[in-house]
């Protein structure tokens, strides 16, 4: 993990615990945290700079001292297991046939022919495409890049929509397989919350009776799944290679903004006294509950739409 990532993770650790006191405490009990992450070191490294963030200094010693971070790939890495799995049985992930269009279409093309003349080098979509690549990684890694000096303001648009076209066709509604995945994840969350409103009801005890806070960190791929299985970032049409010009400006699914560096779900349980209320968000994406702007029991604006059972 960057600098940059260490950075801003430490800050959406505090902007959360800021709002959430009463679940972010800022001292370590080993119920009142459940920590997962995946065997990536980078995971294991974003998770401790969030606890680290959160709790005081000699409480985050407490954590690492009893090795609280636990690891499990088949909850948060299952993308990389079962892709792995269906390549040792000779099936190889599908392209996108949306990016393909897109890419070999005569608005890239365009734009590599005038891109050709502006450097005076003939290149092609993958030479053009790869150096907005990198434009992109350098400016999120040191905030600059010469390589984006190449592009005017609009070029770029088109390579983020082709890996628009990509993610959704490849890792979300377009690949029934890859969001059916997240169900292992889903019935994760589910059984949490359920035991927390169960002990309401009830008063029962549970194994996890304490806890305050679930905390998960894991890749991309299975970040876009479990939004696939939340039904959010839907388009209707859906993403094509022949519409670029209809989601140009607004897309309901736009990758950067739904799945960019230290992307993040937050699953809120509020115990009113009239009901339970399960508050999603997804705090980098404008129009898709932000930071929960109203964190008390006054009933949602939304209603978080129902979803069959995995």
Aim: include cysteine; glycine fraction near 4%.
């Amino acid at each position: 993990v960057t600098k940059s990532g260490i950075k801003e993770t430490a800050q959406i650790a505090s902007r959360l615990q800021s709002m959430f006191p009463s679940l972010l405490r800022d001292r370590f009990e080993e119920d009142w945290y459940s920590v997962t992450a995946t065997t990536k070191v980078r995971t294991q490294d974003t998770a401790r700079a969030f606890l680290k963030e959160i709790l005081k200094s000699k409480e985050f010693k407490k954590f690492e001292k009893l090795k609280s971070l636990r690891l499990d790939d088949h909850l948060l890495g299952f993308d990389s297991i079962c892709e792995d799995n269906l390549k040792k049985q000779g099936v190889d992930k599908a392209e996108s046939k949306e990016e393909k269009a897109f890419l070999s279409g005569t608005q890239v093309n365009k734009m590599v022919q005038v891109i050709s003349r502006r450097i005076g080098v003939n290149v092609s979509t993958g030479d053009v495409k790869l150096m907005a690549k990198i434009c992109s990684f350098e400016v999120a890694h040191s905030g600059s890049s010469p390589f984006c000096y190449l592009f005017d303001k609009e070029e770029p648009d088109l390579f983020e929509y082709a890996d628009d076209l990509d993610d959704y066709e490849k890792d979300v509604y377009g690949n029934q397989r890859s969001v059916a995945m997240s169900c292992v994840l889903v019935k994760e969350l589910v059984d949490r919350i359920r035991e927390k409103v169960q002990e309401r009801l009830t008063g029962g005890h549970h194994l996890h009776k304490r806890l305050r806070s679930a905390l998960y960190f894991t890749h991309a791929p299975v970040i876009k799944s479990l939004i696939g299985k939340f039904g959010l970032g839907k388009t209707e049409p859906p993403l094509r290679a022949d519409n670029y010009c209809h989601y140009k400006h607004h897309r309901p699914w736009r990758s950067s903004f739904m799945v960019p560096f230290t992307a993040n779900i937050v699953l809120v349980l509020f115990e009113c006294s009239y009901e339970n209320l399960l508050r999603p968000s997804i705090p980098q994406r404008k129009g898709l509950s932000g930071y929960l702007d109203a964190v008390t029991c006054s009933a949602p604006t939304q209603r978080p739409p129902a979803h069959k059972r995995c």
